[in-house]
């Protein structure tokens, strides 16, 4: 893989200032977190480097920070925390879609119901996309309902004109330990055909330009972004200026070395340092 093998980050100390760091498949597997990385968080920030945790979640930042605190991730474990729902929320204000200028039928695909991504908005849920003038595709159920279903379900959007937001680009997710399509995956077969998609979330810019404001005066090349995704943690720290390390947990648990080179070829990146599982 030509990516140097380290025990944890602290191997890194003396070429980081801070780190970016993954949520779902490289510190907790949504429910629980992973053994040991509460106290290497927090012994990250005793070794005087700042953590942000940079999450693909499709709700707010109400709603994320609270799952963390549910968990045990409390505030004293980073210096902040952001996610894409957060950032699509206020780059929906800031450059409002037509369709949300006025009274907006949205059709919501999430792991729950809740529209927070839009609060500030004029909006009514609708069930179908006959009915919508917007997809807003904030997590994925196909370990639910398939991919397929859920495709047939929005793909008529496409002929009709229907753009889609996309607060969640990851296009693989973990449920119950099996791998299964992402709502990136839908959001990409979407743009495939032609239909007009906006993207927010890793490997995007605009998650990455607020954490930078939180980060003054720190050089890129002394940020790392650190997670389990190449396409989205890798690529996008890469993308970026920042050196990387890729977590072998999550999304990429159990694939060996020649697979992991096969998705560093696909993804054309490749990390700073690999580590096992997340660790000081």
């Known amino acids: 893989m030509r990516a140097s093998e380290i ?79 957060e950032i699509g929320w206020a780059a929906l204000h800031e450059d409002p879609l037509p369709c949300l200028q006025s009274r907006c039928r949205v059709l919501l695909l999430a792991r729950d119901p809740a529209l927070d991504i839009l609060d500030g908005f004029d909006i009514e849920a609708v069930d179908s996309i006959e009915q919508a003038d917007l997809i807003m595709l904030a997590g994925s159920q196909t370990d639910r309902y398939g991919y397929d279903a859920l495709w047939a379900n929005i793909r008529p959007g496409i002929a009709r004109g229907v753009p889609l937001v996309c607060t969640n680009p990851d296009r693989l997710m973990l449920a119950g330990g099996t791998l299964h399509p992402g709502a990136g995956t839908l959001a990409e077969a979407y743009r495939n055909e032609g239909g007009f998609v906006r993207w927010y979330g890793k490997p995007h810019p605009k998650l990455y330009q607020a954490a930078f404001a939180l980060l003054p005066g720190v050089p890129r090349a002394r940020i790392f972004g650190v997670g389990d995704s190449i396409e989205h943690d890798i690529a996008g720290a890469a993308a970026r200026g920042c050196a990387s390390v890729l977590v072998r947990t999550g999304i990429i648990t159990g694939l060996d070395d020649a697979a992991l080179e096969g ?17 000081w």
């Not at 700042?50 to 045990?72: E, F, H, K, Q, V």
Request: aromatic share 8%; charged share 25%.
């Open 7 to 85: 025990p944890g980050l602290s191997a890194l100390a003396e070429d980081a200032d801070a780190f970016l760091i993954d949520q779902f498949g490289t510190i907790h597997d949504g429910e629980r977190p992973y053994p040991g990385a509460i106290e290497s968080l927090r012994a990250i920030r005793a070794a005087g480097k700042r953590i942000i945790l940079l999450s693909n979640s499709g709700r707010r930042a109400p709603n994320n920070n609270a799952r963390l605190d549910a968990m045990g991730f409390t505030p004293d474990c980073y210096d902040a925390s952001l996610c894409s729902g």
């Open 263 to 279: 998705e560093m070829i696909r993804f054309a990146s490749r990390p700073t340092a690999v580590m096992a599982k997340f660790e």
